[in-house]
């Protein structure tokens, strides 16, 4: 193998130049990166060189010899080890500067010309998240929930998890708690053997209700009815408690069969002012204060008048659909899971919108088809997954052609590579609007407007 700049347990003292991504210190010995877990831009740093690859190296951060005037002392180095906070070192206004110019890198790499404005951010960046989902493994014989360190299928042990609702995290101990009383089994990831795999809580921010969900490899699960009536009895939020089987070795958390153990199959909340109810497989924002502000943003950006015909296009529950509709002449929601468009339906009866109609597929393949009818849209809004808007999509839009496009982003990369293609047919991307949904995380969400001059 050839010679690199470091080697593996070499010490040295390194200048940090830059923030990746993913939030990790960038320093360069001969041109070489070398990544450092919180390290900070413009820090004088001695670190050790833990793997070096061909191209660079991960180093970790022993003594700080000078340190950045935004470093703030981080609450646990859990959080960084788990990744659930690896920004929690760098001082709140400065993540959202991080964020902004993530946005303004991507944006000049691929030659486009959009302003991005300033992130906007939140009062009280923690104790934020109104869904967690805990992995459940046997530690020291014990069923045990926490978190698994980076780039490892090692359980860190945790309790207070910072960035959830707090009484999110007591919901996890009080079945934790019930889990060793019982001695039900945890899964074992392993032999893909043993029981119980995560425990999924929901509670509605402005409504209180709460939901349990135990992800289980099997439908047997012993003491079943003594963790409902020990879930009950401890937390009177319990509007709803589901099993959900996943019995495959995957990394993903949900299976697709549900079963009601107790209570409702949904828990409700509300967003500036609709009802809106939440199955355990659809998905919900989890920042919902946050989720205010970006809606709002999105809904002024629209710029409706109660003229337009709207496509929401990625609509899960309705959330945005639901709003629009009542600024709008008609809204038709598309999303790919069946559970979300029957949520979506039910909360448009709730809050008696008759203008929106939802459509189950693959936004792709109904935007082709829209196209096909002729349908004429004047506000079309997208708010795609992390892989961003499907080549099939982009060229539907290319065709039918709304004179403007909302595009609501979980992902810069794929946000800029879809405004490229949206310049081919003559759009514009005025803006973009940052809003921090995660903070002391390194996930960035915006909001962009792109007009076509007809
Ligand atoms: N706008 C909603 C949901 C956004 S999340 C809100 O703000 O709550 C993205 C949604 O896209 C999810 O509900 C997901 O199930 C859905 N989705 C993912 N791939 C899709 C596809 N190819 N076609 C339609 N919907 C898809």
Known sequence: ????????????????????????????????????????????????????????????LKTLETTSPDRVTP????YTQTGIAPLQHLAYPAQLAFKAAQIRNLYKKAHLDVPVKETLGMAQPSGYRNKAQIPVRMVNGQPTT????????????????????????????????LLRRYGVPAYDEATNTGVIRHIMVRRG?????????????????????EL?????????????????????????????????????????????????????????????????????QAVEAAGLTGQEVVIDAYS???????????????????EIVPEAVADARENARLNGVTNAEFVLGKAEDVMQAWKEEGLHADVLMVDPPRKGLAPEFVAAVGVMLPPKVVYVSCNPATLARDIAALQGFGYKATATQP????????????????TRAE
């Open 1 to 60: 193998m050839a010679k690199t700049p470091v080697a593996k347990n070499e010490e040295l003292t390194v200048t940090v130049e830059d923030l990746t991504y993913e939030g990790m210190g960038v320093a360069k010995v001969d041109g070489y990166p070398l990544f450092i877990d919180g390290a900070l831009p413009g820090e004088r740093a001695v670190v050790h060189v833990v793997k070096a690859e061909k191209k660079f190296a991960f180093a970790r």
């Open 75 to 78: 609450r646990d180095a859990a």
């Open 146 to 177: 926490g978190f698994y360190k980076r780039r490892s299928h090692e359980l860190l042990p945790l309790e207070d998890f910072y960035i959830q609702d707090p009484k999110i995290d007591t919901a996890v101990l009080v079945v934790r708690d």
């Open 205 to 225: 921010y402005f409504s209180h209700q709460m939901m349990i969900v135990l992800v289980s490899r099997t439908w047997a699960v012993p003491y079943l009815d």
């Open 228 to 296: 409902v009536a020990g879930i009950t009895a401890a937390l009177p939020e319990v509007v709803s408690i589901v099993l959900n089987l996943n019995e495959r070795a995957t990394n993903v958390i949900l299976g697709k069969k549900t079963q009601m153990l107790y209570g409702t199959p949904y828990l409700e909340d509300s967003l500036l002012g609709s009802r809106f109810r939440i199955s355990p497989l659809s998905f919900y924002q989890v920042n919902p204060t946050q989720t205010e502000v970006l809606y709002t």
């Open 316 to 334: 899960g529950i309705g959330t945005i659909s639901l709003t629009m509709a009542k600024h709008a002449k008609q809204v038709y929601g598309v």
């Open 435 to 450: 809003v921090d949904m995660f903070p002391q995380t390194t996930s960035i969400e915006s909001v962009t407007v792109l």
